[in-house]
Every structure is written in C-alpha cells, then in structure tokens.
C-alpha cells in the first residue's frame, strides 16, 4: 500500500509542509515511474492533527459499476485512517476521473475579500512535526480515547431489500449493526470506530465516508449530461480536479458558499427561481446579499428568462446591486413549486450561465426522488393512485434520473450540494459538496474555523449504515425503495385534489420529483379581485384554512423578492409525513376554505 498519492504533493498552493511533500513526491514518483501518467491530485491543504496520514493503496481502473467498485476497493487493500488523518477525494478517486480531462476553470475573480483571505489553520499546521521519530507531543489537543464516556453503539437497520418498519423488526431481515470504542484495533477488518469518530477531525470529513461519497459521486455522476443518467462510464464531472467535502447539511453548506462568492461591499446579488426556497432566501439576507428572482414554469427555472435578466441588467435600476455571477438553484422538486428542470432546460441554463460567467450552486436534496409521470386517476386495488416505476436494476435506476447539472459541468462552475436529510433522516446534519479543487480548499478553510465539519457520530452511524451495511448498491435500492413511497404519497395527494378541489380555479402540474404539490388559485375569479389585492385574499383563504384545520403555506412566503408583488396565488402543499388518509381530508379542507373565499361560487367536481 502506498502512503497518499504522489502526485498529491504537486499542489500550485504554498504551504509550510509543501518542501516534505515534494521530496517525498519525487522518491514516489521515481518507483511507479512505469504507470501512465495522468492528470493527477494535489494537496490542497493538508492540516494535519494525526502523527500518520490516511494510507490507501492505488486506486485500479476498474468498471464504474457497483461491482467495479468493489474490486476497486479490494485491490486497494484496507484502507487506515487514524484519528484527524488528513483525506482528499483524489485518494479514493478512479483513474477514469482524470483521464483525458481538463482542469476546472479558476474563480479568483469570483471569490469574495473574505474567502481570499482564509488561510490554514495554524496550530493544524504546526502538527507535521509530529511525524519526527520519538517526538513527545505537548502541543495536540486530541483528548484521550480513554476519557470518552461511550463504549459502544448500536442500531438495528434493514437488509435490502427489505426496507419496512415490519421487516426490519423480524429477527431473519432485519441487522444489528455496532460501533465499539476500538474496533480498529481489535477487529482484523475495523476501519472506522469510536475512539475515531468521538475525537477531533478533520474539516473536510472522516476518510471513511469521503471514500464513500467519493465513489458514490463517481457512481451518480459520470455520464456528462448526455442521457445516460451518470452511468456512462466517466469517472464523475468532466473535470479532472473536482473533490467533495462532508458538510453539515445543506443549508450550512448553502450559507458559507454565500459568503465564498458574495461580497456586501461589491454590491454582488444572487439569482434564484422567483419562488425559492424561503430559508436560502433569509440566509442571504443578512449578508447584505440582495436576491433577484427568475421567472419559472412547469420545469422550473426558465433559460430564456435568466438570459433576459443578464443580458439587461441595470444596477441603477437593480438598486445599484451589481450584475449577478452567482445562481442558487434546486433543480429537482423544487421547493416550493415541486418543478423539475429537464436534460435540455439544465444544458440551457448551464448554457447560459457560460455565457454570463455565472458559477451555479446546484441544491440537490431531492435528486433521487424523480419519479414515474403521474396517471391520472388510475386506481389500485386499495383505491388509492399509484404510478410504480418500472426498473428493478440500480443501473436502470441510475439511467432514469435527469442528468445533474455537475455531471455537464465542463467549466468547474457547479458547486452541488447533496444531503443525507430528505432520503435519510434529517437530524443527521450531515451531507457533502462536490466542486473544483479550488472551490472546496476555499470551502474547508471557511468550515476549519466555523462547523469544524460534521459531527463524529452522524458520520460513524452513517458510515455503518451506508457503507459497511448496505454498500452502494444497497443504498441505491434504499433510494429506489424511498423514490417508491414518496410516489405514492404523491399520487395519493393528487387524487385527493382531483377528487375535492374545484377545478375551475384551482389548478396544479403534477409534480415528477421531491416532495411538494404547488396549487394555483386563479385571484381573477374571486369575487373581491377589483377591490383586494392578492395577498390579501391569500391571507383570507389562509386563515379559513387554518380555521377548518389545516397548514398549507402562503406561496408569498416563497418569493424570492418580498418587496415585488407576486405574480400569482399560490400555496403550498407537502405530501411527506401525513398519512394517505389524513392528506384526503386536509386537501378537502383546503377545498372547502377556497370556496368560501370565493362565496361557495364553485364546488367540489364529485359533490352530490
């Protein structure tokens, strides 16, 4: 096994530690001078707190499949990763991900005053010298294992395929998984354990779940955007130099990628759907960041539109707010409006966003949740709609999702940002990036003197769960067996409205990913629209409904500019946690709150 990669050390950043990398490059490179070269990984940082680096063996070209990995994975040999070891995702990387692609794009001019002035952690950098035989540290402040108060954990989970609540607990189906204080040591095949997980780490997660999310990306997102859905075969972006880093979930991931790319002092502004995601919204907000909408229709974002916006920016008319360079969009199921962007419409936006050099924060937390067109009406034995996908195979649930914006991102301009929450479980706060290497250093820099990165048991629990128990293919049927669900809460939710709103003023577009349904209220038919304006017939219809007993949120709420008034009446609608009877009855409760709003002018299209 070799100790990190050779080419690691051939970084264009200066570090302190850089003239040891080198030297040890060079001896390296000498010994495999026989492999082909490649576009190869640099260190971007390495801040080390452990006395040994992660060591992993050299990664082998095999197939980018689920079994591919694995053979990957066992040429490599075991991978050791000690406490705070420094890891990158080049150390777990395909040679695929290299091969005769390019290097990302530099975003300097990007970047804001605050991100350009991140450096190293000094006192993580003062730890190289604790690689000097028979040094005697006093300077670390890793505690000792034998101080931590937690032996042991454990979890009992599913064995794919078998994914309910009733198989989990049926002792032949369901697993036991456990996670003792030094499993490393004491365990022949031990990776990752708690005397690991409960100490200090590093900022861009534990090596054990980079690995994972690694290949996972390689996995996901290989295709380029030509279709196959990142299957193809080409080792992740079509960029050589793309790294991820665990985050603490999306919106943490989302708040310092605002303060990398946005500058108060320039004026810099933020473009987003025109009815976005409320907490994206507030956490620009207070970094004097102003957010200017796009207008949308069913597939979310539109192409046309953000040229339009670009091309005719007028900061004296904007506000004196500069022209945008930043774009945060959810592409999938996006929140509010449940809009998914098809392949031609994300190539166009991507288009256009080279065109105006324009660098994209890709939110992705429903990705996976693409579902099968909805049949309308189309009733199972169980009376309820129920739209089934067809594949049985991770590979032809791969080949079905819309292509990411990250895997046509020829540039380096996407940052995506992926969540364990909506498909796991959200108190996790756990999630990962993935960017050019330029982009993700600039992101540890900020998360080193901010989360620190992820929490030690969030990553060992999932590590457990996703990676030694389930293995890629394992949580792909996860996703697959999730995708299913949430389709027919969805399709049972659209039931419900065709059964008991009224049709003549209520409308909606099925949605085909995520987990919310936008309902359009035409104001024009409302028996006060030349004296009220739409907000406050949306406040009326608001309080009715909570009045008759249920939630839906004001689509006001979602825009992403409060001071320009709305361009229609909307709420919005969930179809996550409530059961299948309980949505039926608040979607006629919404109905009924609607038509008295509107004096009872239209009923329910089933009434008697």
């Known amino acids: 096994m070799a100790r990190l990669n050779p080419y690691r050390a051939l970084s264009s950043l200066s570090h302190t530690h850089r003239t040891h990398r080198l030297i040890q490059a060079a001896a390296m490179?000498?010994?495999?001078?026989?492999?082909?070269?490649?576009?190869?990984?640099?260190?971007v940082g390495n801040a080390g707190l452990a006395e040994e680096d992660t060591v992993i063996g050299k990664q082998a070209a095999e197939p980018l499949t689920v079994e591919g990995i694995k053979a990957r994975r066992a040429k490599a040999g075991k991978l050791v990763a000690p406490t705070a070891s420094y890891s990158d995702s080049d150390m777990f990387k395909s040679p695929q991900a290299y091969e005769g692609k390019p290097k990302a794009k530099r975003w300097d001019h990007l970047l804001s005053q605050e991100s350009l002035a991140r450096h190293p952690c000094v006192l993580k950098l003062a730890a190289k010298h604790l690689k000097k035989p028979g040094l005697i540290s006093l300077g670390g402040g890793l505690p000792s294992p034998s101080n931590f108060p937690i032996e042991r954990l454990s979890m009992r989970i599913p064995t794919p395929p078998y994914f309910s609540e009733a198989e989990t607990a049926r002792p032949e189906l369901g697993q036991d998984v456990s996670v003792g204080k030094y499993d490393t040591s004491t365990t022949e095949d031990g990776v990752y354990d708690l005397a690991i997980a409960l100490n200090?780490?590093?900022?861009?997660?534990?090596?054990?779940?980079?690995?994972?999310?690694?290949?996972?990306?390689?996995?996901?997102?290989?295709?380029?955007?030509?279709?196959?859905?990142?299957?193809?075969?080409?080792?992740?972006?079509?960029?050589?130099?793309?790294?991820?880093?665990?985050?603490?979930?999306?919106?943490?991931?989302?708040?310092?990628?605002?303060?990398?790319?946005?500058?108060?002092?320039?004026?810099?502004?933020?473009?987003?759907?025109?009815?976005?995601?409320?907490?994206?919204?507030?956490?620009?907000?207070?970094?004097?960041?102003?957010?200017?909408?796009?207008?949308?229709?069913?597939?979310?974002?539109?192409?046309?539109?953000?040229?339009?916006?670009?091309?005719?920016?007028?900061?004296?008319?904007?506000?004196?707010?500069?022209?945008?360079?930043?774009?945060?969009?959810?592409?999938?199921?996006?929140?509010?409006?449940?809009?998914?962007?098809?392949?031609?419409?994300?190539?166009?936006?991507?288009?256009?966003?080279?065109?105006?050099?324009?660098?994209?924060?890709?939110?992705?937390?429903?990705?996976?949740?693409?579902?099968?067109?909805?049949?309308?009406?189309?009733?199972?034995?169980?009376?309820?709609?129920?739209?089934?996908?067809?594949?049985?195979?991770?590979?032809?649930?791969?080949?079905?999702?819309?292509?990411?914006?990250?895997?046509?991102?020829?540039?380096?301009?996407?940052?995506?940002?992926?969540?364990?929450?909506?498909?796991?479980?959200?108190?996790?706060?756990?999630?990962?990036?993935?960017?050019?290497?330029?982009?993700?250093?600039?992101?540890?820099?900020?998360?080193?003197?901010?989360?620190?990165?992820?929490?030690?048991?969030?990553?060992?629990?999932?590590?457990?769960?996703?990676?030694?128990?389930?293995?890629?293919?394992?949580?792909?049927?996860?996703?697959?067996?999730?995708?299913?669900?949430?389709?027919?809460?969805?399709?049972?939710?659209?039931?419900?409205?065709?059964?008991?709103?009224?049709?003549?003023?209520?409308?909606?577009?099925?949605?085909?990913?995520?987990?919310?349904?936008?309902?359009?209220?035409?104001?024009?038919?409302h028996p006060d629209a030349s004296t009220k304006s739409i907000l406050e017939i949306e406040e009326e219809i608001f309080d009715l409904c909570i009045e008759k007993g249920v939630l839906a949120c004001r689509g006001s709420w979602f825009r992403a500019e409060q001071d320009v008034p709305p361009s229609g009446l909307f709420f919005r609608t969930t179809f996550a946690a409530a059961s299948e009877e309980n949505m039926a009855k608040a979607i006629e409760r919404f109905g009924a709150a609607v038509r008295e709003s509107f004096r009872e002018r239209y009923v329910c299209p089933y009434s008697p």
């Open 29 to 43: 490179s000498r010994s495999l001078s026989t492999t082909p070269r490649r576009s190869g990984p640099t260190n």
């Open 200 to 525: 200090y780490g590093q900022s861009v997660g534990a090596a054990q779940l980079l690995r994972w999310v690694t290949e996972h990306t390689e996995l996901v997102h290989g295709g380029g955007g030509v279709g196959d859905g990142g299957v193809g075969g080409g080792g992740g972006p079509p960029y050589a130099d793309w790294r991820c880093a665990l985050t603490v979930g999306s919106t943490g991931a989302l708040e310092q990628a605002l303060r990398m790319f946005s500058d108060r002092a320039r004026g810099d502004a933020v473009l987003t759907e025109e009815y976005s995601f409320s907490t994206a919204v507030e956490t620009a907000a207070p970094l004097g960041v102003r957010v200017f909408g796009v207008r949308m229709d069913a597939q979310g974002l539109r192409a046309d539109d953000l040229d339009e916006v670009l091309s005719t920016w007028d900061e004296s008319a904007r506000g004196g707010a500069r022209k945008p360079h930043l774009l945060y969009t959810v592409p999938s199921g996006q929140n509010p409006t449940g809009a998914t962007q098809g392949l031609q419409r994300r190539r166009d936006i991507y288009a256009v966003c080279r065109k105006h050099d324009v660098f994209i924060l890709e939110d992705e937390p429903y990705y996976f949740l693409q579902m099968e067109p909805y049949t309308n009406g189309a009733k199972t034995k169980n009376n309820t709609t129920t739209t089934a996908p067809a594949e049985t195979s991770v590979e032809a649930f791969l080949h079905g999702l819309v292509p990411s914006l990250l895997s046509m991102d020829a540039d380096g301009r996407v940052l995506r940002m992926d969540s364990f929450s909506k498909v796991v479980a959200p108190g996790s706060r756990l999630g990962w990036v993935t960017a050019s290497e330029q982009v993700v250093e600039r992101y540890i820099r900020h998360a080193e003197v901010a989360s620190q990165g992820p929490s030690g048991i969030s990553q060992v629990l999932m590590y457990k769960l996703v990676d030694e128990a389930w293995g890629h293919e394992g949580y792909l049927r996860w996703l697959m067996h999730i995708r299913l669900e949430y389709t027919r809460r969805r399709d049972a939710i659209l039931a419900a409205c065709e059964e008991f709103l009224p049709r003549e003023i209520v409308s909606w577009v099925p949605p085909a990913a995520g987990m919310f349904l936008w309902l359009k209220v035409d104001h024009t038919r």
